[in-house]
């Protein structure tokens, strides 16, 4: 059966219609790596009784609920004593950002080195970052940047570079625990936002992929597209006492009288470090990223894409696949058309119209649905009913969106990462995510996606008509039109899917 499988990702194997991209303006930066891991620090003290019953391997935590993945954030890192190294593709400058900022900020004072790598697609406060930049311990760099910042259209005849972007997301504080996987910083990633909540799935790991991963973030870090905030604010300031003062007061404001940060004492998380009973699932991990030269170089670089495709020929029988950004081309869907024809099993769980945050995908995934389920694969769309509401729920709690992106290979292996099954992730965008090879941790995944189908998505069908119907199984009804999109909504995924911009979603 793994002979299909040099084609699965096929879905992403499309010729981009982008040229080469321009060159990156090459500027002055001074390189620097990685602290390596101390036996010294607290975080050593408490990583180090689990690696030494487990060396070699790599120990893994899930963080489903979005406020566990905030709390655990902001746990490392007030912890840290040596360093911090965070990337990440979308960095909000909302609440629940602005806190992990502040912390990391303190993180500094106490002397710690924090390094920030974000990529440069978000218009942000260059002014403001360049203020923290200023801090003695603070290091900020923008990927890929924009050179018209406060008219970012003017960049119009840059597009080829432009339009590639850093998607990768990982976390690293004193090499000795690293966080990765889809979540971006903001509060519809950490269940703060009234509505809508973005459905993630992270890993807390320790242990052997951890060095792996702080090798990733200074393969960004020093590369060419990595640009110090800096270069475009040369009259940088530290922020006064009363600047750090009005932070403390807006930040208190935010979140008073909310139970969020309340809870955060009552998490499971929280209440296992805090009696010393936190567990993690153990087994060997491969972390796989692309390299920064897909930007400027992509012809000359291999792509993450292939790799994952040299892991998928190993499926025997059944395959998971979970993406909120799902497109998988004319063929790819042959591919995994011909391999259900041979008898695997797929489950694709992806967004309806209603929940996707991003009409366009939608109006180029459906012009393939009906294919793939004629062929028998299971198909399934994330409801939006805000009656779904539950706490430490891989769907969120309240409007909803999926945002996780892994696969699960015969209940054996599970890829937990930043990669979308779709066009931009396989040519335009760097990814990164880890391969873990722990049945226990897989089974425990998978279980919990497959337990969460009936309440939290829509089961799609053919009818005799060969058209499709949507099923709520919960309810016992059935839709023969996208359920919950507006009219406008569906004429919206319609024009965009008449458009020929499939390379670029």
């Known amino acids: 059966m793994g002979t299909y499988f040099k084609a699965l990702l096929a879905f992403l194997f499309i010729t981009s219609t982008l040229s080469g991209c321009s060159e990156i303006p090459e500027v002055e930066k001074k ?39 905030l709390w655990a954030r902001l746990a490392i890192i007030e912890s840290a004593q040596e360093s911090v190294d965070l990337q990440y593709y979308i960095y909000r400058e909302d609440n629940t950002s602005s806190l992990l900022t502040y912390t990391l900020y303190q993180a500094a004072e106490r002397g710690v080195r924090v390094r920030v790598l974000l990529d440069d697609f978000q218009s942000r406060d260059d002014r403001g970052l360049a203020s923290l930049s200023s801090h003695p311990n603070i290091e900020i760099r923008l990927f890929n940047p924009f050179n018209y910042r406060r008219f970012r259209a003017l960049d119009i005849f840059d597009f080829d570079r432009l339009n590639r972007r850093m998607h990768n997301k990982a976390l690293v504080v004193d090499g000795a625990i690293a966080i990765t996987g889809g979540r971006n910083i903001g509060d519809e990633y950490f269940s703060a936002n009234n509505s809508v ?45 009363e600047v750090i003062a009005s932070w403390e007061r807006s930040l208190k404001s935010a979140f008073k009288g909310t139970k969020y940060l309340k809870k955060f004492t009552d998490l499971p998380i929280a209440q296992h470090v805090a009696n010393h009973t936190l567990d993690f699932y153990w087994g060997s991990a491969t972390l796989f990223y692309d390299l920064p030269s897909k930007i400027y170089s ?132 760097t990814e990164m995510g880890v391969l873990i090879h722990a049945p226990e941790f897989t089974d425990l995944i998978y279980n919990n996606f497959e337990s969460a189908l009936k309440k939290s998505t829509y089961r799609l069908s053919l009818n005799g008509s060969g058209e499709i119907e949507w099923h709520n199984d919960v309810q016992g009804t059935t839709y023969n039109t996208e359920p919950d999109a507006s009219i406008w909504l569906r004429l919206g995924a319609w024009l965009a899917g008449i458009f020929p911009i499939e390379d670029w979603l």
């Open 298 to 429: 992509p012809s000359d670089t291999t792509l993450l894409l292939h790799e994952l495709g040299e892991t998928l020929k190993r499926v025997d029988s059944k395959l998971l696949l979970i993406s909120p950004y799902f497109v998988p081309t004319e063929a790819g869907t042959a591919s995994l058309v011909n391999a259900a024809n041979q008898g695997l099993e797929i489950i694709i769980i992806t967004n309806s119209l209603a929940s996707n945050d991003v009409f366009a995908v939608h109006g180029w995934y459906s012009k393939y649905r009906k294919d793939l389920l004629a062929a028998g694969i299971r198909l399934y769309e994330v409801k939006i009913d805000p009656s779904l509401k539950k706490q430490r729920s891989w769907l969120g709690s309240s409007r909803t969106s999926l945002h996780a992106k892994t696969f699960i290979i015969d209940k054996k292996e599970v890829f937990v990462g930043s990669t979308n099954l779709d066009p931009r992730s396989a040519y335009l965008n």
């Open 197 to 241: 909540d973005f459905g993630d799935f992270d890993i807390l790991t320790i242990g052997s992929v951890v060095p792996d991963i702080s090798n990733q973030f200074d393969t960004y870090w020093n590369s060419q597209p990595a640009t110090p905030i800096e270069t475009f604010i040369k009259d940088k300031a530290p922020p006064s006492p």
């Open 31 to 69: 390189t620097s790596y990685s602290i390596p891991f101390s036996q010294q620090t607290d975080l050593a003290a408490m990583v180090l009784p689990y690696t030494h019953e487990h060396p070699g391997m790599t120990g893994f935590y899930p963080l489903v609920d979005g406020q566990e993945a």
